[in-house]
């Protein structure tokens, strides 16, 4: 039995040595922040509100509406007849409900810009993070996001900006 014991730690310990004379380079991203910091979305961003200004501008309208019926409903409420407190809330309601589409219109507008977005940079990451690979001889780039810890010197965040913004 010691025998068996024996032959197990001496290949558990050579197949140690093996790999850490192999030695990896290991890299973490942070993919949201150096997307997000690149020159390309900061002009998206700029580009999406000149594009839904309009659109913004009149959900707050309704809403401000909507605020100004509701804070007279309250208000008034006690010296109101029952059919202009009927109308008043059926009113109210309506400008909830046009302000509820409009907002989720808009919400679905800008999600779907900000999907296309990420779609068209995702070639874009993917040529930068091969190239920094190859010029770092990086072995395996993980997301940041699936990693508990790892030192400053793995975090390659800055490089991936700087070659995103150099595109």
């Given at each position: 039995?010691?025998?068996?014991?024996a032959?197990?730690?001496?290949?558990?310990?050579?197949?140690?040595?093996?790999?850490a004379?192999?030695?990896?380079?290991?890299?973490?991203v942070?993919?949201?922040t150096?997307?997000?910091?690149?020159?390309?979305?900061?002009?998206?961003?700029?580009?999406?509100?000149?594009?839904?200004?309009?659109?913004?501008?009149?959900?707050?309208e309704?809403?401000?509406?909507?605020?100004?019926?509701?804070?007279?409903?309250?208000?008034?409420?006690?010296?109101?007849?029952?059919?202009e407190?009927?109308?008043?809330?059926?009113?109210?309601?309506?400008?909830a409900?046009e302000?509820n589409?409009?907002k989720?219109?808009?919400?679905?507008?800008?999600?779907?810009?900000?999907?296309?977005?990420?779609?068209?940079?995702?070639?874009?990451?993917?040529e930068?993070?091969?190239?920094?690979?190859?010029?770092?001889?990086?072995?395996?780039?993980l997301p940041?996001?699936?990693?508990?810890?790892?030192?400053?010197?793995m975090?390659?965040?800055?490089?991936?900006?700087e070659?995103?913004?150099?595109?």
């Amino acid at each position: 039995m010691s025998q068996v014991t024996a032959l197990i730690l001496t290949a558990v310990l050579s197949t140690m040595a093996m790999a850490a004379s192999a030695e990896q380079k290991i890299a973490v991203v942070d993919f949201r922040t150096a997307l997000l910091s690149s020159k390309a979305a900061k002009a998206f961003g700029e580009q999406l509100k000149k594009d839904f200004v309009d659109e913004e501008q009149r959900l707050r309208e309704v809403g401000e509406n909507a605020q100004k019926l509701q804070d007279r409903l309250k208000k008034d409420a006690a010296i109101m007849s029952e059919s202009e407190r009927t109308k008043l809330s059926t009113e109210l309601e309506s400008k909830a409900q046009e302000f509820n589409f409009l907002k989720n219109k808009y919400q679905n507008a800008i999600s779907k810009r900000e999907e296309q977005f990420l779609q068209e940079s995702k070639p874009k990451v993917d040529e930068a993070i091969r190239e920094i690979a190859e010029k770092e001889k990086i072995d395996l780039i993980l997301p940041s996001k699936l990693v508990v810890h790892a030192s400053s010197g793995m975090d390659i965040t800055a490089k991936l900006i700087e070659a995103l913004n150099s595109k």
